[in-house]
C-alpha cells in the first residue's frame, strides 16, 4: 500500500533527479533535443507503464486542473478503455488521456518514463551487454536524427562526424527500473508499488 510518506518522498526524489541529472542530459545533448511545445508524438502512441506512486502523483496534478479539463479526462479515459480488444494479446497502444490539445495537461506531475524521454538512453542485458534506445521520434526527423543510420538503426559515429555537431551523443544509464533503483541506492525509503501500463490503472 502507498502511503502519503511514500508519495512524498518521491516527489523530493523525483525532483532531485530532474534538477541533479536529468536537465544536465538534456542540456548535454541539446543539439540533438528537437522537443518543444505542442510536440506531442512520444504522448500519441504508447503504453506509458508506471508504478502505483507515480500513479498518485499523476492524480495529484489532475486533481489541480480545472473541471473542464478533468472530465475532458475522463472522457477520453472512458474512450481509450472502450475501444480495447478485450481478447487481444497485441500491447494495447493508445494516445495518453492526460494529453490535450497536444499538451501534457499534468506536465509538472508527468511520470518517469516521461521525463526522461528525447534522450538516448540504454539497458544492461543478463549478460551485461549494453543495448541504446532511440527515441521514436527519429523517424520523424526529430530527436538524433542527424546521426541516425536507418538502415542500421544505429547511431552512426561516421554520421557524428560528417555532421561537426561538437557534443558527441551519448547515451545515458537512464531508464525508469534504474531511476526507480537508485532511490534504494540513495537509501530513499520509498514504495514504488506495481507498475503496469496506464490506462490499467484509470
Known sequence: ????KDLQG???YINFVEKKY???FFDIQKPYIHCKEGCAGCCQVGEYPVSEVELMYMV???RNLPEEIQAQIIAKTDKIKAERKPDSKEKYLYECPFLINNRCSIYNNRAIICRTHGLLFYITDKDGKKHNKIPACVNDGLNYSEVFDPKLNIISPEMWEASK?????KAYNI???VIMDNAKNAELD????ESKALIDWL
Request: glycine share 8%.
Open 60 to 62: 495529484a496534478g489532475f
Open 165 to 169: 555537431i561538437p557534443v558527441e551523443p
Open 1 to 4: 500500500m502507498i502511503t502519503i
Open 190 to 193: 520509498i514504495n514504488f508499488g
Open 22 to 24: 536529468l536537465k544536465k
Open 175 to 177: 531508464s525508469r527500473e
Open 10 to 12: 518521491y516527489a523530493e
